[in-house]
């Protein structure tokens, strides 16, 4: 039987395609700034809905649903946040008709990886007190396990300045409302 063999120009040529072909893992829309916005999909909804539901079921608190609003909501806010690749506050419509959880992290990191950053948050959460300790932020994740809180929207995009990731989720209705527990 005789062996095959490949010119190395070919396997050049065919090396250079698989990296360069697009993945439907890694698609991206590109919104009118240039920065590259996670294209809405059910398996991007899922990880951040799954993520915030297994929060959400360990405090037993109701499950949240996906929100398309929300999630347009998101991406926009996400886009204008990977602009600049910062978390600073952006002036919005309506503050407090949604409530707002943002994320910056460096390299890629999906809807799971995003909400579990927040939900991480629960060991700077007392409930007795229902205050976070000292020195500690747990917004993020009082906000994930909000009761009132039924509707979410999420969306991540890629920095327009490197490849780290901005993540928006919005919440209807809102929570951390001052001196009410979440739950």
Same mark, same amino acid.
């Given at each position: ?9 070919i396997c050049?040529a &065919?090396?250079?395609l698989?990296l @360069?072909?697009?993945s439907?893992?890694s698609?991206? &829309? ?5 920065v590259a916005v996670a294209?809405?999909? @059910?398996? $991007? ?6 993520a915030?539901? %297994?929060?959400?079921?360990a @405090? ?5 649903t996906?929100n398309s609003?929300l999630?347009?909501d998101?991406? +926009?806010? /996400?886009? +204008?946040l990977?602009i600049r =690749?910062k ?5 919005w %419509?309506?503050?407090? &008709?949604?409530?707002l ?8 990191? %999906?809807? /799971?990886a995003v $909400?579990?950053s927040w939900?991480y948050?629960q060991?700077s959460y007392d409930?007795? /007190?229902?205050a ?7 917004v ?13 929207? =999420?969306a991540h =995009?890629?920095?327009?300045?490197? +490849? %780290?990731t901005?993540? @928006? =989720?919005r919440?209807?209705p809102?929570g951390?409302? +001052?001196?009410v527990p979440?739950?």
């Open positions: 039987m005789q062996q095959m063999t490949m010119s190395p120009s050049v &065919i090396l250079f698989a @360069v072909s697009p439907p893992s698609a991206s &829309i590109n919104n009118n700034n240039g294209a809405p999909s @059910v398996p $991007t909804a899922t990880q951040f809905l799954q915030h539901n %297994d929060a959400r079921r @405090v037993g608190v109701a499950p949240l996906w609003t999630e347009q998101a991406e +926009r806010y /996400a886009g +204008r990977g =690749c978390l600073e506050p952006l002036k %419509d309506a503050p407090r &008709i949604y409530g959880n943002t994320y910056w992290g460096s390299g890629f990191n %999906d809807g /799971a $909400t579990g939900v948050e060991q409930h007795r /007190a229902n976070c300790a000292p020195g500690k932020v747990c993020s994740y009082t906000q994930v396990v909000w009761n009132t809180t039924r509707e979410l929207g =999420c =995009c890629t920095c327009r300045s490197s +490849r %780290d901005v993540a @928006v =989720c919440y209807f809102p951390n409302y +001052r001196g979440p739950y």
